[in-house]
């Protein structure tokens, strides 16, 4: 039996060190990491306030730089790991840069695609939910825990 380093847990773990990058940096602790042939070639997490921008979220980072990584809009044959359920404008750019696999630390109840877009992506889209969903979920909680005291 060989193990893969290079597993859901694994990526899922680099994309947590972006979002906690973010949380450093005051923001909402999202972070996502594209992968290409086990290979990350693109990192973001949240800066919606250091740009001053409600576009600049994790995944929109993490997409313009694996799109400017390999010269090409379009990312078939890869995956991108995030913390947190994309809202519907990532949903959306995921979904347009032709990203096949979509794996989701944890849930969000009030701006997830899911709520909104559930059919956004199309059908051949593999997507899975709760990887390091405790891990992914008790950044989020402890950081609005502490925004609202």
Known sequence: MSLN????????KKAYEEACLALEQGEVPVGAVVVYNNQIIGRGHNQVEKMNDVTSHAEIIAITAASNYLGSKYLEDSRIYVTLEPCVMCAAAISFAHIEHIIIGTKDPKRGFSLYTPKIFPAKTKMRFGVMQELCNEILLNFFKIKRT
């Open 5 to 12: 380093p290079f597993n859901n847990e694994y990526f899922m």
